[in-house]
Structures are given as structure tokens and as C-alpha cells.
């Protein structure tokens, strides 16, 4: 609310919106439902081993980027996919790891 952008969001879940935390995947997938989304189409977009680790449990895919906050390089915890720079985020991508993530 204090960027005025609180209004481009469907849902805002911090580790005070319920009683468990990530990486309890728990906490993405009621994020995800608050939101109005669909879990078999949702993707997450994290900078730290928990939001990978909290997606991987979610048996969500996630993107990681690579200059988020992360004392490691991201790709060591196996992320779906890096990304170096938000520009890197497209549908094209969305897509291919959807698709990839089904294929399992």
C-alpha cells in the first residue's frame, strides 16, 4: 500500500497471513487460492533456496533469479529455470516450463 501498487495484486500473503511459513508448501498453495489461481497453472517466481524448496514441495515449478537473495548461486538449488534480469520473464518461457512441468 505504501507503493501504491497494492491494487495490482489479487492476494498479498506474508509470514504473518497464516499459521504455517514457507518452505511449508502449504503457504504457496493458499497464496495461489486467495488469488483467485489455478495451482496446476502456477509458476514461482523466488530469489532464495526456501521459495525454491517451498515450490519443489508445492510440486510447483520455479523460476529463480539470479540476483535475488541467495548467499549461494540459485541454480545450485535446482530451480526450474534462471533468470539474470526481469526481461527474461516472458510467456514463451511461462510455457515451456509449464509444459515441461506436466511432462513429468
Known amino acids: 500500500e505504501g507503493l501504491g501498487i497494492a491494487d495490482r495484486f489479487e492476494a498479498i500473503c506474508g509470514q504473518d497471513t497464516f499459521p504455517f511459513k514457507k518452505p511449508d508448501p502449504r503457504h504457496l498453495v493458499e497464496t495461489i487460492k486467495l488469488a483467485g489461481g489455478d495451482i496446476e497453472n502456477a509458476i ?7 521459495d525454491i524448496d517451498t515450490a519443489k514441495a508445492a510440486g ?11 548467499d549461494r548461486p ?18 514463451a518461457l511461462v510455457n515451456r516450463i509449464l509444459t515441461a512441468s506436466r511432462g513429468r
Open 44 to 50: 514461482m517466481l523466488g530469489d532464495s533456496v526456501t
Open 60 to 70: 510447483i515449478p520455479v523460476i529463480a533469479v539470479s540476483f535475488g537473495y541467495s
Open 74 to 91: 540459485v541454480a545450485e538449488y535446482e530451480p526450474s529455470h534462471v533468470i539474470d534480469h526481469f526481461d527474461q520473464l516472458d510467456l
